[in-house]
């Protein structure tokens, strides 16, 4: 595995990040209705990994159910590059799919069933640790 650092955005380019993390890219694919429904592709790392290098006003939060997942997105364009997960509340969770010049056809995509969620929880919980 290569470390590399990776950058992203939003669509209107008003919110811009990078992370650190291995290459190949393993991220999760969500059956849950927001991941589902926002076409969501996991990379979960350390909140150390992740610099919000840009945008940070231009964000909007969203929390349901539990209230532990803090979801958020661009005011302008309304894309969700990353939030902090519920499964993984210590870390950050990008969105793939966000990422500049990373061929989604080079990802390692693994399932992450919600009606399981303990279990997966449990499976996915080294994700967020430095």
Same mark, same amino acid.
């Given at each position: 595995?290569?470390?590399?650092?990776? !950058?992203?955005? @939003?669509? @209107?380019?008003?919110?811009?990040? $990078?992370?650190?993390?291995?290459?190949?890219?393993?991220? *999760? +694919?969500? #059956?849950?209705?927001?991941?589902?429904?926002? +076409? =969501?592709?996991? *990379?979960?790392?350390?909140?150390?990994?992740?610099?919000? !290098?840009?945008?940070? $006003?231009? *964000?909007?939060?969203?929390?349901? &159910?539990?209230?532990?997942? !803090?979801?958020? =997105?661009?005011k302008h364009?309304?894309?969700?590059?990353?939030?902090?997960?519920?499964? &993984?509340? %210590?870390?950050? %969770?990008? #969105? /793939?799919r966000c *990422?500049?010049?990373?061929?989604? %056809?080079?990802?390692?995509?693994?399932?992450?069933?919600? &009606? +399981?969620? %303990?279990?997966?929880?449990? !499976?996915? /919980?080294?994700?967020?640790?430095?």
């Amino acid at each position: 595995m290569t470390e590399t650092t990776l !950058r992203g955005s @939003c669509h @209107c380019g008003r919110v811009q990040f $990078s992370v650190r993390t291995a290459l190949p890219l393993h991220v *999760l +694919d969500c #059956n849950c209705s927001i991941c589902r429904m926002g +076409d =969501f592709l996991h *990379l979960i790392v350390p909140k150390s990994a992740f610099e919000l !290098r840009e945008g940070e $006003s231009e *964000l909007s939060e969203y929390r349901f &159910n539990t209230g532990i997942a !803090r979801h958020f =997105f661009c005011k302008h364009c309304g894309i969700k590059p990353f939030y902090v997960p519920r499964s &993984n509340p %210590d870390g950050i %969770d990008v #969105n /793939a799919r966000c *990422l500049t010049h990373v061929p989604l %056809d080079e990802l390692i995509i693994e399932p992450f069933d919600d &009606n +399981d969620r %303990d279990a997966e929880t449990a !499976r996915i /919980a080294h994700l967020s640790r430095a």
